[in-house]
């Protein structure tokens, strides 16, 4: 067999190695080595052989410390950014706009008249306590305020501090008597929490009472909303018709037509232009204010809910094509009565990706369910928190909120399926643990496009030009020879590319395989005087060491084996004259009559010799002890 014969040459071949001991095989390194150091072990004498001994040792030890520096520093995979800069035409970006109110106020008077009446009774016992409300409080529904009320905290006496009730009685013991007031300086209004039905508590303080009656009137209004169809809320939301009464791209004109409506639960209906969705992404010409985009917009403050939008303005977002816009976290806001004009610059992060930057190219890899992913979007970091939220908060309190996408088969909290979800999801908003698991799972994306803003604003329109523009837009909307709209209601906005310089931020590992290796190089050539060859030969003599080892291994297995061989004879050895007698008489058997009593005798099943062809019968052929031969010839002689 050709394997076979060339195992059987490699085994020769290494058979004739350096040595068949490790010291020969040690001497013949240090004489036939390229390193510095191993030859002067040798051929130094004694005193510079422990001289040369030492410096090799201990520059081999520096070369192993060095190496592994370099090695860890190469694995803990850091980056370096690099800034491009680039000029080729764009394409516009997404713009969403929304109106700071998500409902018109005469479209959902109906659902809020219960807690509306409730917030008007609250704003008066906070404004003045010494006046009796009796009368008032009595027609107020209270199932509403059972669920999550507000209480004022007497904080005169920091070490104990006292809680009283809005509407009724104390809430502890310790609590002065019913009627006692207390003025805004000593009280702090809180919202009392609970859940268990009562039995577990926990206040949610604020530093003011503007900022808790706030917070308590949109975390009931939630409550109410969550229980009315998407349908029915979008009817409620400000029609596309009525809040974008101009639009202009470049030298185009454009309509409500060319938005793509989206509700969004934090400021309701919103509307996307260029979002690219159905239509094709629009280009931009050139830089400047006359090739973007131009709206004006009716954000209609007068039928704003009062107790839930303090803000009037419209709420605004640039964003890349096929994204989805999340308003309340990267949006702006532009004033009323205001000319916004928003100069755009573009930014391009290209991140590596694994190993060397936590990111994701699409999403598919990290392990939150994207709730987004009906609107067909791409991925996005908020994307993932906000659906890492809900999922915890389905799992915690047994209820989805109200602001975020549900999955197919939950519900949204509301008090009359979940009574204690309020204390749930304040309880579950305020964990710092659960920020931090949403952190850890969710992924920047690798490619972003970031648009950064210059914004400036001036007074429009101007008083001289104001009774003109407003006559022409009511006549546009309304058909009205009236003016129908005010300064009040009227935002107009400018969003164009102040140039078509755009920077691309890349990332690039800052520690490549080259780095690694002319550092390992480096490092072996300046303490070794080394080089890979080096390396090679070091490997050839771990191999012969090797060899040789298994080599006295076999070897040694051998002689263990050799040391016990099997006996020819079971008893004791028979003698001379017995055996010579058993070579011509097939028929001997040996006599066992003198052997002693503890002696071994031949066993019967010994297996005698095959006969074959007998010698011929002659008596020089004999074999005859000597005293026989001699009396033999004794006789002849006589």
Request: hydrophobic share 35%.
């Amino acid at each position: 067999m050709p394997v076979k014969k060339y195992l059987l040459k490699c085994l020769h071949r290494l058979q004739k190695g350096p040595g068949y001991t490790y010291k020969e095989l040690l001497v013949w390194y240090c004489n036939n080595t390229n390193t510095h150091g191993p030859k002067r072990i040798i051929c130094e004498g004694p005193k510079k052989k422990a001289m040369w001994f030492l410096l090799t040792l201990l520059f081999a030890c520096l070369v192993c410390w060095q190496w592994g520096v370099f090695i860890q520093t190469y694995l803990s995979w850091e980056v370096s950014v690099s800034l491009s800069m680039g000029f080729k035409t764009m394409n516009f970006p997404a713009v969403t706009v929304c109106n700071s109110s998500p409902f018109q106020y005469s479209k959902v008077k109906h659902l809020l008249k219960d807690l509306d009446e409730l917030m008007e009774a609250v704003l008066d016992k906070i404004l003045a306590p010494e006046l009796g409300h009796t009368n008032t409080t009595s027609t107020l529904n209270f199932t509403i305020w059972n669920h999550t009320p507000l209480v004022l905290i007497d904080e005169r006496n920091p070490d104990h501090p006292v809680v009283l009730e809005l509407f009724g009685d104390s809430y502890n013991n310790s609590s002065p008597s019913p009627g006692s007031t207390c003025n805004a300086q000593g009280c702090k209004v809180a919202m009392r929490l609970c859940s268990a039905n009562g039995t577990v508590c926990t206040f949610r303080n604020f530093t003011s009472a503007t900022q808790a009656v706030t917070e308590w009137y949109i975390l009931q209004a939630t409550n109410i909303f969550s229980q009315v169809l998407p349908e029915d809320l979008v009817g409620m939301g400000y029609a596309p018709d009525r809040i974008i009464l101009a639009c202009l791209f470049g030298t185009e004109p454009c309509s409500h037509r060319n938005f793509t409506p989206i509700f969004y639960p934090d400021y309701g209906n919103c509307y996307i232009f260029n979002w690219g969705m159905t239509e094709t992404v629009l280009p931009s010409a050139n830089p400047g204010t006359e090739f973007g985009l131009k709206l004006i917009l009716d954000i209609g403050q007068e039928d704003y809910v009062p107790f839930l939008a303090s803000t009037a303005g419209a709420r605004l977002m640039l964003h890349e094509q096929r994204t989805y816009p999340f308003i309340r976290e990267e949006g702006i806001y532009a004033m009323a009565g205001t000319e916004t004009s928003i100069g755009v610059l573009v930014d391009k992060l290209q991140r590596k990706g694994e190993p060397y930057s936590p990111c994701t190219m699409n999403g598919s890899d990290v392990a939150i369910q994207n709730l987004y992913s009906d609107y067909n979007t791409t991925y996005s970091i908020q994307a993932c928190l906000h659906s890492c939220f809900q999922d915890h908060m389905i799992h915690n309190c047994s209820c989805g909120h109200y602001l975020y996408p549900l999955p197919a088969g939950e519900k949204y909290c509301n008090s009359r399926d979940f009574p204690d979800w309020a204390y749930c999801y304040l309880s579950l908003q305020m964990s710092v643990a659960q920020r931090e698991t949403c952190l850890s799972m969710c992924k920047e994306s690798c490619n972003d496009t970031q648009y950064k803003m210059t914004i400036s604003m001036a007074d429009w329109p101007s008083e001289a030009s104001e009774d003109w523009i407003f006559h022409v837009l009511s006549q546009e909307r309304d058909q009205s020879a009236n003016i129908t709209l005010s300064r009040k209601g009227v935002v107009k906005l400018n969003i164009y590319f102040q140039e078509f310089n755009y920077r691309t931020i890349e990332e690039s590992p800052a520690n490549n395989i080259v780095w690694l290796l002319s550092n390992l190089g480096g490092q072996f050539g300046f303490w070794m005087g080394g080089s890979v060859l080096c390396l090679i030969e070091f490997g050839e003599i771990i191999i012969d060491f090797i060899w040789i080892t298994i080599i006295k291994l076999v070897v040694s297995c051998k002689g263990l084996r050799r040391k016990r061989p099997q006996a020819p004879y079971t008893g004791p050895p028979p003698t001379v004259a017995e055996l010579v007698e058993a070579h011509t008489n097939f028929g001997f058997q040996p006599d066992t009559t003198n052997h002693s009593p503890h002696a071994e005798v031949y066993p019967d099943q010994q297996t005698l010799p095959i006969p074959g062809t007998p010698p011929p019968n002659y008596d020089s052929l004999r074999l005859q002890p000597l005293d026989t031969l001699e009396s033999d010839s004794e006789v002849e002689a006589i």
